[in-house]
């Protein structure tokens, strides 16, 4: 997002917890800091800011998300950020601002099909998310949509279904599914097995970086609050989005499922809504993106390679 601001003119200061691992920041500003700190949050949200993104979050895939290892850091450490946030654009006022939630807002009990789960915006309540890291989601919409309300502040919000793309996490225990398998295969040798968690039947849609910016920068400019899904509806299992990854590395490698975190049985985007108020459709195949992905993983495996030899 960073990037894309910059390329239409404006100023822009960036915040963290750290560097970013795999580029420099091209922000006029960087802030390197914990925005769950009150008064670090204050000196970044310190003026009245024509537009603010709040991605920041306790956050990961499943491995991080569903162990039930992480849930009080997750509820804690995502609220007081978007509390400290909120705090200080109603002390110094905003043009607009954004949140990014979640697809993890929808109930469980919606998405026990794999081949016909329910996420459309209105069927998030009765609320049921299916993590606490779904619940805090939730609770950060109200959050948004009451501080609109009362203070007037212009918010617009989106519920992301699985983004995915270079220059992201791809090791260590927080990457999503299409980082994880391209990085299994990347490592495997030809003739090999990866490694997937459950039966592998389990689907999602996944939607490209690129994609997900250009739809957010035309969620901030209209006149639709929200919440929204930001979504591709290209549903898949992930036995085959493995099988997908497999085929573009020109590798033969064969799968073996162990247990594992695995989410709900089927989830994706319903992009009904967003269609009809901003007339958007993803642009990019899955497939295209897994081939951008799987480049980029598959250089970052060769990297730490030559690093460990």
């Known amino acids: ?106 109930p469980q009990e919606n998405q026990t099909d794999p081949d016909s789960p329910l996420c459309t915006e209105a069927s998030a309540y009765p609320a049921n998310p299916d993590s606490d890291y779904g619940w805090e989601k939730l609770f950060s919409e109200r959050l948004y949509l009451a501080a609109a309300r009362q203070h007037g502040i212009a918010c617009r919000i989106a519920r992301y279904h699985n983004i995915f793309g270079p220059r992201g996490t791809w090791q260590g225990g927080k990457e999503k599914a299409p980082a994880a398998l391209c990085r299994k295969v990347a490592e495997a040798p030809d003739g090999g097995t990866i490694d997937i968690w459950g039966d592998g039947l389990q689907t999602r849609s996944f ?46 490698l064969s799968l073996r499922h162990v247990s594992g975190p695995v989410g709900v049985r089927g989830r994706t985007s319903d992009n009904t809504l967003i269609r009809a108020r901003l007339g958007w459709a993803p642009s990019a195949p899955l497939r295209d993106g897994i081939a951008v992905t799987y480049d980029w993983v598959s250089a970052q495996v060769a990297e730490a390679g030559r690093k460990a030899d």
């Open 1 to 106: 997002m960073v990037n894309r601001l910059k390329s239409e003119g404006y100023w822009v200061r960036g915040v963290d917890i750290k560097p970013h691992d795999f580029a420099p920041t091209k922000a006029d500003d960087f802030s390197l800091g914990d925005l769950t700190h009150q008064d670090f949050a204050a000196t970044v949200v310190d003026q009245a800011f024509d537009e603010i993104y709040q991605f920041a979050a306790d956050m990961g895939g499943a491995g991080y998300v569903f162990t039930g290892d992480h849930d009080a850091a997750i509820m804690q450490n995502s609220a007081q950020i978007n509390l400290n946030v909120l705090r200080n654009v109603q002390s110094h006022g905003v043009g607009r601002i954004f949140y990014a939630s979640s697809a993890c807002i929808y």
């Open 207 to 252: 939607l490209f970086i690129d994609d997900c910016i250009e739809t957010t920068r035309r969620l901030m400019a209209s006149e639709f609050e929200g919440p929204v899904n930001i979504g591709s509806e290209e549903m898949i299992a992930l036995n085959d989005l493995a099988r997908m990854v497999i085929a573009y590395s020109g590798k033969s």
